[in-house]
């Protein structure tokens, strides 16, 4: 006989520590899946991060027997909907049991929680899944379930889209993740001639373009003219979202140290800001070897294991509209590959790209012969009062 299901808020401390485990006993022993952090996975939890500063975030727990069987959270980001002029509340953090045999009534339950959730805050659709925002981790996996996941992207198994579709999801958009090798790049002699092609002509036609390595020395200003370059490029895309002050301290403390100055760049034109990139080495190994904790002997591992990391996540690429004839963007991708090789770094994911943004999507294909080889889908749905 099937136990009762039932969904609860996660208030109690031992609420949100089951609804925190739940992922850790799901995936235990999965090839794929990557634990992260539970210290970090706590600190969203209990609302002590900077998007809180202008989020909301309710955690529902789906039980059978006393056990935890699933968990979903509803999110009000305000500054989303101030934005955008949205009314749209999203959900994140979602995992299922994909075993049980009623996962289907697990899904649907606990969907339902969240919209009523969101329904009292005012909103009147639900998108998702993101972690908490488009800012942080978000999308569904629907392709690419054979290879884990590399920094910051999530992992889920491919049971995991017919089961919220059954809920009423549909799609929203999909986010491309493509696969960058730097032999296909180097390699071949048609490609080290157009490589090199590009530089020169771009050096010719523009003497008053550079390209540097981060100053790890004035980190925190540095950070701020990163940001700043990549807020005024993504300004009008789709789900933009301001990154905060304090959101964007708090990451660049938690990347400090991890990242590698020598790929992560910045374009100047005239000695001012015209273009960035954003790479960090795939600490994902290292996460896998901690097994989500640092101590007493995971900080060890972590060290151990990211010293053979050869893949790097390019998170972001971004000119400014007024110097992108210069071909800024294709310039960051190609030296940071070329920086990268010396230590090692000879793949990259590009992650995330919209869809339908074109243009990212051309330079990437044709330019760097990449290979498109995960899709993650945001879904969303009107929500029925």
């Not at 039932?6 to 925190?20: M, N, P, Q, T």
């Not at 539970?38 to 039980?63: D, Y």
Request: proline share 5%; charged share 25%; aromatic share 8%.
């Amino acid at each position: 006989m099937i136990g009762r299901l039932e969904i609860c808020e996660a208030l109690s401390r031992a609420d949100v520590g089951d609804f925190l485990e739940l992922p850790y006993r799901l995936y235990a022993g999965h090839p794929h899946w990557v634990p992260p952090l539970r210290s970090a996975q706590r600190k969203v939890f209990t609302r002590k991060t900077a998007f809180f500063e202008h989020g909301q975030m309710a955690l529902f727990l789906a039980r059978r027997d006393g056990q935890a069987v699933g968990r979903i959270a509803a999110i009000h980001n305000h500054a989303h909907n101030r934005q955008h002029n949205d009314r749209v509340g999203f959900f994140g953090f979602f995992e299922v049991d994909a075993r049980d045999e009623q996962a289907t009534e697990v899904v649907d339950a606990l969907v339902r929680s969240a919209e009523r959730w969101l329904t009292g805050h005012g909103l009147t659709d639900i998108r998702g899944p993101v972690n908490p925002s488009m800012n942080g981790e978000c999308g569904l996996l629907i392709d690419g379930f054979d290879l884990p996941p590399v920094a910051l992207m999530p992992y889920n198994p491919p049971e995991y889209a017919p089961l919220l579709e059954s809920a009423g999801l549909a799609k929203c958009k999909d986010l491309f993740a493509y696969e960058v090798v730097a032999d296909k790049v180097e390699g071949g002699a048609m490609a080290r001639e157009r490589m090199e092609r590009l530089r020169t002509l771009t050096k010719r036609r523009h003497p008053e373009l550079e390209i540097r390595p981060i100053d790890m020395r004035n980190f925190d200003t540095e950070i701020e003219r990163f940001m700043a370059v990549f807020e005024q490029a993504r300004r009008n895309n789709w789900g933009y979202v301001p990154v905060t002050s304090a959101e964007m301290r708090e990451t660049a403390h938690e990347l400090k140290g991890v990242v590698d100055p020598e790929i992560i760049l910045l374009a100047t034109v005239d000695g001012q800001p015209a273009g960035a990139s954003l790479a960090i080495p795939d600490v994902n190994r290292g996460l896998a070897a901690a097994g989500g904790r640092l101590l007493p002997l995971g900080f060890v591992r972590f060290l151990r294991a990211m010293r053979s990391v050869h893949v790097i996540r390019v998170i972001g690429i971004a000119a400014l509209p007024q110097y992108r004839h210069m071909g800024i963007a294709a310039l960051l991708m190609l030296e940071t590959i070329s920086r990268g090789l010396p230590k090692g770094y000879d793949t990259a994911e590009a992650s995330w790209v919209l869809e339908d943004n074109v243009m990212s999507n051309r330079t990437i294909q044709a330019g760097l012969e990449s290979r498109l080889y995960k899709t993650y889908r945001l879904y969303e749905k009107t929500i029925e009062r």
